[in-house]
């Protein structure tokens, strides 16, 4: 088991991902991303869940005041043209959004706090001399946690 960052799990799940379509020369190299890859999905999909909802709040409540302050059709429904709302931004809406993003911003801070939180994973170590010679110097630095 290694300590990682949740926010350097989440490199390195997209640095394993990307690799992970390559032809990397090596069975070893190969079966030791695959492993991590499994060993880490749960946690890489709790990360995402919890990002993907925070994200889905904002947005919702956002799309609501656009909604709310924008122009209207004679139905009163929202007047849009080329995927915008029209009248925005103005004076009201920009207040209310300030106000949204204050209300928000707590639950970023706190995702942020639980990115930098250390969890213990099993990560598959690899010989760095099983990695491919096209290897830079930034893939390297991601991977660090299960080179050995």
């Known amino acids: ?39 880490i999905s749960q946690e890489i999909t709790t990360i995402e869940t919890l990002k993907e909802k925070i994200t ?6 956002r799309t ?6 924008c122009e ?6 929202p007047r849009i043209e080329n995927d915008n709302y029209c009248g925005l931004p103005n004076e009201d809406f920009s207040a209310a959004l300030q106000t949204l993003i204050s209300e928000h911003q707590p639950k970023i ?21 099983t990695l491919p010679n096209y290897t830079t110097a930034m893939d390297l630095m991601v991977l660090e946690p299960i080179l050995k």
């Open 72 to 77: 209207k059709n004679e139905d009163g429904s």
């Open 56 to 61: 889905k709040d904002f947005e919702d409540a």
């Open 109 to 129: 801070e706190e995702f942020n706090v639980f990115l930098k939180e250390e969890i213990e994973v099993d990560l598959f170590k690899l010989d760095v001399e």
């Open 64 to 69: 609501k005041l656009c909604e709310e302050y």
């Open 1 to 39: 088991m290694e300590k990682i960052t949740r926010s350097a799990l989440m490199s390195l799940a997209t640095k394993l991902a990307s690799l992970a379509e390559k032809d990397l020369g090596s069975v070893k190299a190969s079966y030791a991303i695959s492993r991590t890859i499994k060993a």
